[in-house]
């Protein structure tokens, strides 16, 4: 199929130019269908770093970003994301789906390769597909070489300006009451007194030795004697804990082997176990343990710094919201904890949720529907809204402080009354929460700053609802053909050595959606029933595929994985087939 125009408002890193399909003639184009708050698509941009750099004179990375939350779709927003995150290629915001509806994309992340004529030869969704995309690219390589256009680039970069913090996240008091801070945009923990420098942890280089640390949780004084340091870093992009001595400051690898975790044991020796992006961590005495917000794989972990082990604490890697036993709950992009007397707090960014844990392993919801809904609404938590939390702070009256990130405030949830109040806003993406004295300190990550406010301050706020613009799948009630579409990429055929190379879970929300299907199974496609008296819902599929070089004597293998949260309504008349393409070539 011939690609179709480009199209949304503003493009970023082009020096404020707008790029066409004819402006790319003649060189390799890749789309990247992004938004800045899935973790997932951050995982697909450091899977494109090697490849822009191998074929930096044939290939142009192009990020479409395709907002799921309001504040995605804000151009400020996109060019601080674009700066944050080191995206260096040039970015179109399609704030309203345009682009996004023209290539029938229908996850984040989306890969389109486009041939120097012009057209489409390969779509694959999800991350891990680097080494199919290295392979098509250098096909395309070969089988165009005599029209091929090297050099020159569309790429401008920002202008930067320096500043002591760069998009720092979490924060936390030390004993002699400075603040440790992840600078994260600095690649580094900084030790601050007020706004004074002590000492910085770290280069500030990418992997010098952190890389986009998070979270900060410091040890109590005799389990960091034991384990010979004081604090755990979250160092997210790197997939590992790193354990920081105060006094000597040195940092060391504790959990985490480097490598980004995709269908292996998550639990074990933990510098043997692969992580997937921890976002945030804290001690959490009822566990014994520093509890691991897994944001790469919805989950969380269990990591004991004296024995040093990791093991599964909650969740199954299914994104959604479901409550109940922690094993068999559904999480979404945790990013941030708090705790208070016999419960853990924390934020699930993508359903733009607060939910706690309790110490016999029950999972509950104190605000959030879905993975759709969001907003700003104050007043009972079943009518209350966020979008997209990233933080969280035990107050002292026993209320939880809320960063609610997309929303640039602060808010306030009292467990006692069940009410959500907003204490603070124009806050500059508000990521992190501290308690100090009598003062909440809010970690500004797009500000760049720390900044004091008063706990107290209460406004209410009656905003409205909003749900993510992704247009739904209207489907028809009753029997449906659902498929996955997965075909190995150029040299590989699929892994059946061990068993079945694919594996499939169907779940919905509500549950009752589905009539027949769900559950877990080998074969990509399946026959499902939608139930008759719903109008709407999610699907949520999960789809893994093992392949393997099909030309070598020892071949390397991998597995490719995605995630689907399909938001469908019913109707009659609707389609009675669904099919989601996990990698391959779309049909003419």
């Known amino acids: 199929m011939r690609a179709p125009e480009l199209a949304g408002r503003e493009w970023i890193n082009t020096g404020g130019e707008r790029l066409r399909l004819a402006d790319l003639r003649g060189k390799i184009t890749l789309l990247d269908f992004w938004t800045s708050g899935c973790i997932n698509c951050l995982h697909v941009l450091d899977e494109l770093r090697p490849l822009e750099a191998e074929f930096a004179d044939v290939l142009v990375t192009i990020g ?3 907002p799921k939350f309001l504040h995605e779709g804000e151009a400020a927003a996109i060019e601080a994301a674009v700066r944050r995150y080191e995206v260096h290629h040039p970015v179109l915001n399609d704030p309203e789906l345009t682009t996004w509806s023209q290539y029938a994309v229908r996850a984040w992340p989306t890969l389109v390769v486009v041939d120097p004529e012009g057209y489409v030869v390969h779509v694959a969704a999800g991350e891990g597909h680097a080494e199919a995309l290295r392979r098509v690219i250098a096909e395309l390589v070969v089988k165009h070489e005599g029209t091929l256009r090297r050099g020159g680039s569309p790429y401008v970069p920002l202008d930067e300006a320096e500043s002591l913090l760069r998009f720092p996240s979490k924060a936390v008091s030390i004993a002699n009451g400075h603040l440790l801070v992840a600078d994260t945009g600095n690649h580094s923990i900084v030790e601050l007194d007020g706004d004074r420098l ?10 010098e030795p952190f890389t986009e640390p998070s979270g900060v949780a410091l040890l109590p004084p005799e389990v960091a004697e034991r384990a010979g340091y004081h604090a755990v870093v979250a160092d997210t992009a790197a997939h590992q804990l790193q354990g920081l001595n105060l006094d000597t400051g040195e940092v060391t690898v504790v959990a985490g082997t480097g490598e980004q975790w995709r ?3 998550s639990g074990g020796d933990a510098r043997k176990v692969d992580l997937t992006s921890p ?8 566990a014994s343990a520093v509890i691991v ?5 919805h989950t969380l972990s269990a990591f004991d710094p004296v024995e040093g082990t990791i093991r599964r604490f909650a969740g199954t890697t299914v994104e959604g919201l479901r409550d109940g036993e922690a094993s068999e709950a559904f999480f979404a992009q945790t990013s941030g904890f708090a705790v208070t007397p016999g419960k853990l707090w924390l934020a699930d960014a993508e359903t733009s949720a607060l939910r706690w844990i309790d110490e016999s392993s029950t999972v509950h919801t104190a605000v959030g529907v879905d993975l759709f809904s969001f907003g700003h609404r104050d007043g009972d938590a079943a009518e209350a809204l966020l979008q997209h939390p990233l933080g969280l702070a035990a107050l002292p009256d026993g ?5 609610d990130t997309y929303n640039g405030a602060v808010r306030r949830y009292d467990p006692r009354t069940t009410q959500v109040s907003t204490v603070a806003t124009g806050l500059a993406e508000p990521s992190g929460l501290l308690v100090q004295g009598d003062e909440l300190l809010v970690v500004e990550s797009s500000g760049h700053r720390i900044t004091a406010i008063a706990a107290d301050g209460v406004e209410s706020v009656e905003g409205d609802a909003h749900a993510v613009r992704r247009p739904p799948s209207v489907l028809s009630p009753g029997e449906l053909e659902f498929s996955v ?4 990429p ?4 699929l892994d059946d050595r061990y068993g079945p190379s694919t594996r499939l879970e169907i779940s919905a929300s509500p549950p009752e959606l589905l009539a027949e299907g769900a559950g877990v199974g080998t074969d990509l496609v399946r026959r499902i029933r939608l139930a008759d008296g719903i109008t709407e819902g999610v699907l949520q599929v999960v789809a893994q595929a093992a392949s393997c070089d099909s030309a070598t004597e020892h071949p390397v293998c991998r597995v490719t994985r995605q995630d689907w949260g399909v938001p469908v309504r019913l109707e009659p008349g609707g389609e009675r087939a669904l099919e989601l393409m996990m990698a391959g070539t779309p049909a003419e």
């Open 64 to 66: 479409v970003h395709s």
């Open 198 to 207: 002590v000492r910085r942890f770290g280069t500030g280089k990418r992997g």
């Open 263 to 265: 269908d292996d044991d």
């Open 279 to 286: 976002w945030d961590v804290i001690w959490w005495e009822p």
């Open 293 to 297: 917000a897994m944001a790469g794989n």
């Open 399 to 403: 209320s939880i402080a809320i960063a």
């Open 485 to 488: 579409v997965f075909t190995p």
């Open 490 to 493: 150029p040299g590989e055929k």
